[in-house]
């Protein structure tokens, strides 16, 4: 045999495994500090929120506009003094967002008045413009909507607590300040005003 066959067969001695196990772990550190998938996946949910939120703004401006008659609080005849959510363990005002207004818990998602939001989207022209009423990703006592309206006006305010960095106060891309509501601790979103119902 000659000395090029001896080293073809050698394979890796463990000083240079070790040294290639040490690369492939700084690698994959510097990977985790640089992408942050806790914060990637935060951000992730925020988008939901953002969509979930538009897609129900635009379809109660949708059951406004086109249904005979419009409702905007169902059977509970109390915008004025309500706010509404699908989660149970929320505190009074929906966890502190609409001041003065007391919660009111219906964990349902239909869209024929019976749900977290009591209007009768399926009166809307051509019926119902969503099929279910959509809840927050984590929906849990922090991250959750909130829905309050203005019956006599026509107005309404949809809520969401934003969870990531990137997207909260005093991110990069806050969404919170320039929302145009009254709070710079929530996402606001709605035809009211000043978002202060």
Known sequence: MDSFQKKQKRGFTLVELL????????????TLIVLNPVELFRQARDSQ??????????????????ASTTDLDGTYVGCSSLCFTYVA?????????HPGKTSTVIPLRSVNGAGWIPVRFIDSSGG???????IDPVNDTTYFYSY?????????????????NRYKTGGDQDK?????????SYYEVGTDADLDL
């Open 49 to 66: 929120r953002f969509t979930d939120l538009t897609n129900i703004g635009n379809a109660l401006s949708f059951y406004l506009s086109t």
């Open 176 to 184: 919170e300040t320039g929302d145009g509501g009254n709070s710079v």
């Open 148 to 164: 309050a309206c203005d019956n006599t006006e026509k107005t309404f305010e949809l809520d969401a607590d934003i969870e990531s």
């Open 19 to 30: 040294v290639v196990i040490g690369i492939l772990v700084v690698l994959s550190t510097a």
């Open 89 to 97: 363990e929320t505190a009074a005002s929906c966890g502190g967002r």
């Open 128 to 134: 119902s413009p969503i099929s279910a009423l959509p």
